[in-house]
């Protein structure tokens, strides 16, 4: 059976019940959208009221979403301290370190679309990559005793 919703003044389908739910969960969809299962001259009703997803906890437009923000805590095991960094941050840094590293590379193998065939693009993108790698690995010591030597937890809490 296929499903049609209409969201944001468009109508999308045919689905399978399990692309709806995931409009859902993804926030694409909510309560108040309309969905039917025959396009022809079905009856279109909300996203609440369809029994298939009674168990699905649909969002209403007037729900607050709650942002959740991981961070690592870091105990170090040579001299026991506690640190904190976020992990949304070491994901980012990371991202950066290796598109500095392709972009190094893309230069030194003739040029990239940004810089083109500059020795000194590609000597940038050397002294960025090492900024980025230098920031993680600052993040990656404890702070009190420089050491890599520590266990390490993801908690997670309310933004």
Request: hydrophobic letters at 35%; one cysteine or more.
């Amino acid at each position: 059976m296929g499903y049609w919703i209409y969201v944001n003044d468009k109508t999308q389908g045919p689905l399978t019940l399990k692309e709806v739910k995931e409009k859902i969960l993804s926030g694409e969809a909510i309560a108040g959208d309309l969905v039917t299962t025959n396009l022809e001259n079905g009856r279109w009703v909300p996203l609440s009221g369809l029994p298939e997803l009674q168990a699905l906890e649909v969002p209403s437009r007037f729900a607050t979403k709650v942002a959740i923000a991981e961070e690592f805590r870091r105990s170090c095991n040579s001299c026991g301290k506690v640190w904190h960094s976020l992990v949304s941050r070491e994901v980012e840094i990371e991202k950066k370190e290796l598109k500095e590293g392709l972009m190094q590379g893309a230069t030194g193998l003739g040029g990239c679309a940004t810089c083109g065939l500059s020795l000194g693009a590609a000597a940038q993108h050397s002294r960025n990559k090492e900024l980025y790698h230098s920031e993680i690995e600052r993040l990656r010591s404890c702070p009190q005793c420089g050491s890599k030597n520590y266990e390490e937890q993801i908690i997670q809490f309310q933004q």
